[in-house]
């Protein structure tokens, strides 16, 4: 059987141990009095951030892989009637029909599985997820640049950086500090349901590698005159990186190239 540690180690467990920082996810996710309907909580682990995400919803679904974990759960939380604790993997489970938010502190290792699971799930309305801090800022620019995955999706969806949260507020403590990622689905996208499919073929073939320059891959495809009109209007140097290229910039090019 495998040691504690061992067993943190492949599920890529780093239970919560800062209080302020759990208290934080939760009111990003339940910003105000109208209290979310439903929240699934990604990891519950042994309940630091279930216990203010249970305060702060009228519906609890916390999901928890490690079914050694899973009893104690259950046990905190028998005298709250609205926290259900789910034993089983998240990545498994339906999205619900009606509208819900996501919240959780993720493993590290399946970010990227986790993240696509709530974008693809039309009833997202939100998801406030501790990553690693290095995830957080490249999905967000906050290193200055922009990812191919931020820039499709941002049309429906928003990403931002909501927080820090060091790496001696876990236990055990992983190697390097988490982020707090906001990813909110627009109530209004900022392009009509026709423009999405043009919209994402613009930003694949912008990410497509000529070198890494946004101007020479867009040249692929689309002719040289009507692209560095786009740019002029857009108000970017050819010479510019695609991934230092902000979405609000891939916007006016879009409206210049889509036609």
């Known amino acids: ?25 939760a009111r990003l996710a339940s910003p105000d009095s109208r209290l979310p309907s439903l929240v699934l909580e990604v990891g519950a682990g042994k309940g630091a951030l279930t216990e203010p995400l249970a305060r702060r919803s009228r519906e609890l679904y ?53 993240v696509d699971w709530c974008l693809t799930a039309p009833g997202l309305t939100d998801a406030t997820l501790i990553t690693q801090l290095e995830y957080a800022r490249k999905r967000t620019g906050d290193y200055g640049r922009w990812t191919l995955l931020t820039v499709r999706t941002w049309p429906r969806h928003e990403w ?25 689905r627009r109530p209004t996208p900022l392009l009509p349901g026709t ?37 002029r209007v857009a108000r970017l140097d050819p010479g510019v990186l695609v991934g230092q ?3 609000q910039c891939w916007l006016r090019l879009h409206a210049e190239l889509a036609g």
Request: with cysteine.
């Open 62 to 114: 916390a999901y928890e892989i490690d079914t050694r974990l899973v009893p104690g759960l259950r046990a905190r939380f028998a005298d709250t009637p609205h926290v259900r604790v789910v034993a089983g993997d998240f990545l498994t489970a339906r999205p619900p029909r009606t509208p819900f938010s996501v919240a959780g502190n993720v493993p590290f290792s399946r970010t990227a599985d986790i």
């Open 245 to 247: 290229v902000s979405p």
């Open 195 to 231: 423009a999405h499919r043009s919209w994402r073929d613009l930003v694949e073939l912008g990410f497509s590698g000529v070198g890494g320059s946004l101007h020479a891959s867009l040249c692929r495809a689309r002719p040289r005159r009507r692209v560095d009109a786009a740019f």
């Open 1 to 25: 059987m495998a040691r504690p540690t061992q067993r943190a180690r492949t599920l890529s467990q780093n239970f919560l141990a800062d209080r302020a920082a759990a208290e934080h996810v």
């Open 160 to 184: 931002r950086l909501a927080g820090r949260v060091s790496w001696y507020g876990f236990r055990p403590a992983p190697r390097v500090d988490a982020g707090i990622l906001r990813i909110e």
